[in-house]
């Protein structure tokens, strides 16, 4: 079914029907003919089709990100910003300087041409962009952070040494921009980085009175399960419509219980299910489930027994994730263990939902979610979930007023039947996990720990990935031991015997040695392109002792414990 | 320096590629159906099916080939579309034209193939087992290996196995073709060789070459996987307008494309090697199982490169080196940037390091000490002039401060539990010139045009080494005009006809010399002029930067006056050049010869980092020494060494091309089928993998046989020091166990690693999981997709 959605693409308005699932990048060639966004893989394992978006965030600010073109539902596009390489070119054409081919030349560009980094030029737009992107929104300016931000585009032809230096460029031109908001993107307008055309979209967002501080707004609320609404202090509707994340959620189109003989699709930020249906068929209905606010939110609320738990909406992005001040409170050291996540590219589109539904065996926000004890919520929406633009009243909606219907929660692992499998039942899907934050005291600490290994460090499937969390007393006692595992049997795994194992056993070589042992004897891996059985099983047994040499450095534990 | 106009067009997204051209009304989009198995009979195709889908459905296979059905250069034994049989897994069997490209990819899958599979040969072992190549072995020979060993105190043998790599170009492969005034043939095609596909195009269609016109504009990357098997795509989109009478786009997916296309061929090879007790190599024997896959393709002159490189940068009196071309069913492997010299140097340096282990004596010692000096002769008969190995080893001890380095590193390991460094130095030496000996040769044509701008064409192919940007400078030179007057056409076998590829690093040298031919002759004519205008003789007169120098002073005739004034005497403008690399010469027979116009020399350092806990590795930074002669422009060159290093590094460590039942993997009930298919199982160098930190000098220039106003070529030399990274991981790896046998099986993954590290312990300390693995139930295989 097609849905009428209208964005602004670089500097033109533009009002279409689509079927709201068909792929951002072939509309951005085909349609608008902007073929400088090139299509270099179609799995978002490249970069060469990335685009910026535009749109108003939770924080009440418009927010540019990257974005893969070819994992992106054009429904995304509704009331965003887009800009391409085009529309980048455009700020600088202007200019009384340019003439001719020198026309349209940014600053990043420059930096491009005098590093001499691009040579056959079919990944240079998804680079500039990448860049262009960072300096928009990046809060520190520095090489690695540049490097972070196009580790999701691939070069074949210049080993990266020029990017490099073009990016170091950039960082000295560009040291002193205000922070990331509107004061930003004005130098930056002035600067010829980015088009007028992004000025004009700012005006047409912004709402200076009425800005809400995100999160930290929404911990003050708890205390009830009562769930903020990501923007709800925008007048228009663009304020929800925000990131996107990964997969569809379960199955890829489960209806709701409202309508089931459709075929319905329910996209997260389609970044797995777009490679798994490059080429996509028109649906009857297609709701993208990161537009939708019961689905899109991060929050502290407090169980029955007034314990805090943090509550993750489905379709929170894997780049909220990571960044969200709750999630880094309720679990220190968190952001390490970002960019074991795809690229930052990915990070934008994927959500946390979209990752767990997708079933991977070696998913690893499942496996990180599995090791943090998360719980996953399942529920039946109502039609009124699906419905983008309706709940404009209230100080935000609950899942229960979105969903008449009856909803279960339990521990993440059980979700997990068999390969690609899950526990739902028609109708349901997946709506959101919870968290209980680590704790500290004088008497115990509790840590967390990711393991991943995979052929290349970045935007790489593991081999074998795994989860720790850990309290230990200050006699060195284990009072409690969560271990996850991926890629060693066809669910993702809590390591049950393990972590029971370890549970009241005092820290020693021995008890850390025979926990992997015991993990590893729990699992069931299969050999495959990415690793061998007999490889994923040592790969287990040395990450879970890795657990205890990052989670412990100070113990003389670590030197009995290395190989 | 103003940046080239290809370039402002790159950056500002405007470049356009095979799939952002526009094409004529009514054009029809492509895509092909691939066979499903490795070899098999074709019984029946049946496209009702995916000819109901839509009116502009077309379904076109081998029996609408007009003429021969042979794309085959070397050996007439590639098919364009196969009649009877498959031969590997991934083929194009039929070919789908619809309105639209998602059209034609439907229609592609609902065509279906009855056929029956057949028995398939799929590692190179088993093929040379089964007696199956696709030409008779080569041997190349010097002094008395079986002799020298008898003197030798080490003596040595092992086998060593390098995997392929796919080139990953980021443009996929495609045409556009359309039929024109009812005979002729226009192709647009991504290829490094326009004539070849020409060729192929002219058999297929049976029309004469001089019907088919095959244009190249600007690749998207290439590296040797558009050399020959461009031809395939260019005819297929022939045959498909020639057929539908509508103009036809083909442009391949990226599965498609790394299901269909060849890559580097992977090699195993068993080699003897002997030294005397002061270090000295006497004796180097190799037998070089290449699989070709299932059809010659370039397959003979890549092997000849791995058997002209046999020794590295090493002087070694002794040698037999023997290659064997195994055919399988596997897709033709070809051309890929090095072109069989990788393979060939990774088999020496493997060598040497098991040297090192069994002797005691440092790796890198034995690498200084062996080195190639001048006047050298090769085990081919060349002798080497302007030898630079040693000059690059020296200073790359120098800039590395290697002693202290090593210091440090064993200081770090003596030190360091989790992580250990390693590092290694590597030297090349590469031979520059096509090994086929008739493909050094290249054409040009010039115009001057009334206002004095000019117009250069050559057989070379622009994908982003900048070669029309050296060209231009060339051309320039030659004619005494600054270089913003001279625009470098896109390459079409109307003006330049009979071209070679661009390819084998001579793209540039051959190219432009070309050019610089064409040039001469002009600028002669012009001079001749300028010398009857001002009434002086002709030897007084110089042209250069644009000015008519009298007397090395400039005069007031300026080189738009002087071009006019050619013109109006009715003197033409324009020159066709032709250049051929002399000095050339090389017999099949004896296997002696001088097959490189020079050779290309220089030094690589490498430095690691391993976590042995887990089995990853960081490549922490490379410093390389580079012999680049006179370079044309320092940034264009250093961008080749650089993207060359990440290539050969990627190779080396990284990449990891699983075909089932090839190379060790298992066949399982799939053999043949590519495992690693798309870019999320398939890795390649990525920001991060690539080292921070490359440091790159160039050897100051100095009296030799060289290229163009004396430079060197740089496409493929500097790929071999990616090979340093491997040693350099081993090398670290060494120091947990020095007495552990030497790995030499590439790429060394991670897993490798662990693996490694994992025997060298007691067995006792880490129990092996071996024996009979868990049943895996039901499992799908590809459990792991994310």
New interface residues.
């Given amino acids: 079914m097609k849905k009428n959605i209208s964005f602004v693409a670089n500097d033109r308005p533009v009002n279409v029907e689509v079927w709201p699932g068909s792929p951002a990048l072939d509309f951005i060639r085909g349609q608008l003919g902007l073929t400088g966004t090139k299509e270099g893989c179609r799995e978002g394992d490249c970069g060469a089709c990335a685009v910026l978006l535009g749109s108003m965030e939770r924080d009440g600010l418009v927010h540019y990100r990257t974005a893969p073109s070819c994992l992106l539902a054009m429904g995304e596009l509704d009331h965003h910003h887009l800009l391409t390489i085009e529309g980048l070119s455009s700020a600088a054409a202007t200019s009384a300087a340019a003439a001719g081919a020198d026309k349209g030349i940014t600053p990043v560009m420059s930096a491009f041409l005098e590093e001499n980094a691009s040579q056959c030029g079919f990944c240079s737009p998804g680079f500039i962009i990448s860049l262009t992107g960072w300096l928009m929104e990046s809060a520190i300016l520095d090489v690695a952070g540049a490097v972070v931000a196009v580790e999701g585009n691939l070069c074949r032809c210049t080993g990266y040494g020029a990017i490099r230096r073009a990016a170091e460029a950039l960082v000295s031109k560009f040291a002193s921009l205000p922070p990331p908001g509107p004061e930003r993107l004005r130098v930056l307008v002035g600067a010829r980085v980015i088009p007028q055309s992004v000025l004009d979209f700012l005006a047409t967002r912004e709402i200076p009175a009425a800005r809400t501080d995100g999160e930290d707004t929404r911990e003050a609320q708890g205390g009830s399960a009562q769930v903020a609404r990501p923007g709800n202090a925008s007048p228009s509707r663009e304020i929800s419509a925000t990131q996107g994340g990964t997969l569809p959620s379960p199955g890829g189109s489960i209806a709701p219980e409202t309508d089931r003989r459709k075929s319905i699709l329910l996209l997260g930020g389609g970044t797995d299910w777009y490679v798994r249906n490059p080429e996509p068929e028109e649906t009857d209905d297609c709701f993208l489930l990161d537009l939708l606010p019961p689905f899109h939110r991060i929050a502290r609320v407090a169980d029955r027994e007034g314990h805090p738990r943090i509550e993750i909406g489905e379709a929170t992005t894997i780049r909220e994730f990571f960044a969200s001040p709750l999630l880094r409170t309720a679990v220190p050291g968190l952001e390490n263990f970002e960019q074991d996540f795809a690229s930052s590219l990915i990070r934008n589109r994927a959500t946390v939902g979209g990752n767990v539904c997708n079933a991977s065996p070696v998913a690893d926000m499942t496996a990180i979610l599995i090791g943090l004890g998360a719980t996953v919520t399942v529920g039946t929406p109502g039609a009124a979930a699906y419905d983008a633009s309706a709940p404009e009243t209230g100080n935000g909606v609950s899942i229960a007023d979105a969903s008449p219907l009856s909803t279960r929660t339990f521990p993440l692992e059980k979700l997990f039947k068999g390969y690609k499998s899950l526990d739902l039942n028609e109708g349901e899907i997946v709506e959101a996990f919870g968290i209980v934050p680590l704790t500290n005291s004088d008497r115990h600490v509790e840590r967390f720990n990711f393991e991943k290994i995979a052929k290349r460090r970045s935007l790489d499937i593991a081999a074998v990935n795994t989860a720790c969390r850990i309290a230990v007393d200050s006699e060195g006692t284990i009072l409690r031991a969560r271990l996850s595992a991926g890629g060693v049997g066809p669910t993702p795994l809590y390591l049950e015997k393990a972590s029971t194992f370890l549970e009241g056993k005092k820290l020693s070589k021995e008890v850390v040695e025979d926990a992997a042992d015991i993990a590893v004897s729990e699992t069931c891996p299969i050999s495959d392109v990415r690793g061998s059985a007999e490889y994923r099983k040592r790969l287990l047994r040395r990450l879970i002792i890795a657990h205890f040499i990052r989670l412990f450095p100070d113990e003389s534990l670590v030197q009995e414990l290395l190989p | 320096m103003k940046?080239p106009?290809?370039?402002?067009?790159?950056?500002?997204?405007?470049?356009?590629?095979i799939?952002?051209l526009p094409v004529p009304t009514g054009t029809l989009e492509a895509a092909v159906k691939l066979s499903a198995s490795a070899r098999g009979r074709i019984l029946d195709i049946d496209a009702t099916r995916a000819l109901a889908l839509d009116p502009s459905v077309r379904v076109i296979s081998a029996r609408d080939i007009p003429g021969t059905n042979q794309t085959g250069f070397t050996v007439p034994d590639e098919k364009l579309l196969p009649e009877e049989e498959w031969e590997y897994q991934g083929q194009p069997v039929v070919l789908c034209l619809a309105r639209t490209r998602?059209l034609a990819?439907?229609a592609a899958v609902l065509v279906t193939i009855q056929g029956e599979d057949l028995p398939a040969i799929i590692d190179e072992r088993e093929a040379a087992a089964a007696n199956a190549f696709v030409l008779p072995s080569r041997t190349m020979k010097m002094g008395d290996p079986e002799e020298a060993f008898k003197d030798c105190a080490y003596v040595l043998s092992g086998t060593v196995r390098s995997g392929g790599q796919e080139?990953?170009?980021?443009?996929t492969q495609g045409a556009i073709a359309e039929v024109r005034d009812g005979e002729k043939v226009f192709v647009i095609s991504g290829t490094q060789g326009p004539t070849g596909v020409q060729k192929a195009v002219a058999a297929v269609l049976n029309l004469p070459m001089n019907k088919v016109e095959v244009e190249a504009r600007?690749?998207?990357?290439?590296?040797g996987g558009k050399e020959d098997q461009a031809a395939t795509w260019g005819a297929l989109a022939a045959l498909g307008a020639w057929v539908s009478g509508h103009p036809v786009r083909l442009y391949l997916?990226?599965r498609d494309d790394i299901r269909a296309t060849g890559k580097r061929h992977p090699y195993s090879s068993d080699y003897r090697i002997g030294m005397d007790q002061d270090g000295q190599i006497l004796a180097f024997e190799a037998d070089y199982y290449q699989n070709s896959g299932c059809t010659c393709d370039l397959s003979p002159a890549i092997l000849s490169r791995t058997l002209f490189h046999a020794t590295g940068a090493y002087s070694i009196p002794n040698v037999r080196v023997t290659g064997y071309m195994c055919r399988t069913n596997l897709p033709s492997f070809t051309a890929f940037r090095g072109f069989g010299a990788p393979q060939g140097f990774f088999v020496i340096e493997c060598a040497i390091q098991a040297l090192s282990a069994r002797s005691g004596k440092d790796v890198t010692a034995l690498r200084y000490h062996n080195l190639y000096k001048e006047r050298d002769i090769t085990h081919y008969g060349m002798p080497l002039e302007g030898c630079r190995t040693a000059d690059a080893f020296d200073r790359l001890i120098e800039r590395t401060d290697w002693v202290s380095l090593r210091d440090r590193i064993d200081d770090f390991n003596a030190e360091s539990?989790?992580y250990r460094k390693g590092a290694a130095i590597l030297p090349v030496c590469f031979g520059i010139s096509f090994t086929k000996l008739l493909m050094n040769q290249a054409g040009s044509l010039v115009h001057v045009y009334q206002d004095g701008s000019v117009l250069v064409s050559t057989g070379a192919i622009e994908?982003?080494?900048?070669v029309n940007r050296k060209i231009a400078l060339a051309a320039a030179g030659a004619l005494g005009v600054r270089v913003e007057r001279v625009s470098v056409e896109r390459t079409t076998t109307l003006t330049v006809a009979n071209t070679v590829p661009t390819a084998a690093s001579t793209g540039a040298d051959l190219n432009a010399m070309a050019a610089v031919v064409a040039c001469e002759s002009i600028h002669k004519r012009l001079k001749a002029k300028a010398a009857s205008l001002r009434g002086v003789e002709e030897s007084r007169i110089r042209i250069e930067n644009d000015l008519i120098l009298v007397d090395g002073e400039a005069c007031d005739l300026s080189w738009e006056k002087l071009v006019i004034a050619t013109f109006e005497s009715r003197i033409d403008l324009s020159a066709h050049g032709y250049y051929a690399t002399p000095g050339l010469f090389y017999d099949m027979k004896t296997e002696r010869g001088s097959p490189f116009a020079y050779h290309v020399y220089g030094a690589a350092c490498v430095e690691a980092t391993v976590d042995?806990?887990?089995?990853?590795y960081?490549i922490d930074k490379a410093t390389i020494i580079h012999d680049m002669g006179n370079s044309f422009d320092e940034?264009?060159d250093?961008?080749q060494i650089?993207?060359?290093?990440?290539?050969g590094l990627g190779w080396a460590l990284?990449e990891?091309l699983?075909f089932a039942g090839a190379g060790g993997v298992?066949a399982l009930s799939m053999p043949g089928k590519l495992?690693?298919d798309?870019?999320?199982?398939y890795?390649?160098?990525?920001?991060?993998?690539?080292p921070?930190k490359?440091e790159i000098e160039f050897l100051p220039p100095r009296e030799g046989p060289s290229a163009l106003r004396g430079s060197k070529a740089v496409g493929e030399p500097p790929l071999i020091y990616g090979i340093a990274g491997y040693f350099a991981v081993l090398d670290a790896l060494l120091s947990v166990s020095p007495h552990a046998p030497i790995l030499a099986d590439l790429p060394l993954?991670?897993?490798k690693v662990?693996?490694f590290?994992?025997d060298a312990?007691s067995p006792k300390a880490?129990p092996?999981?071996?024996g009979s693995?868990?049943?895996?139930?039901n499992?799908?295989?590809?459990?792991?997709?994310?």
Avoid: W
């Avoid at chain 2, 080139?167 to 443009?171: A, D």
């Fill in positions: 940046s106009v290809e370039s402002i067009l790159n950056v500002t997204g405007k470049t356009r590629y799939d952002d998602a990819r439907r080139h990953v170009y980021l443009e600007r690749l998207g990357g290439a590296f997916n990226r539990r989790l994908m982003g080494q900048q042995i806990l887990r089995g990853s960081t940034k264009v250093i961008g650089e993207g060359a290093f990440a290539q990284l990891d699983q298992p495992l690693s798309t870019l999320s199982t890795k390649l160098p990525d920001i991060h993998f690539t921070g490359i993954t991670p897993e662990l693996t590290l994992f312990r880490e092996g999981f071996s693995l868990p049943s895996g139930g499992q799908p295989r590809q459990q792991c997709q994310n």
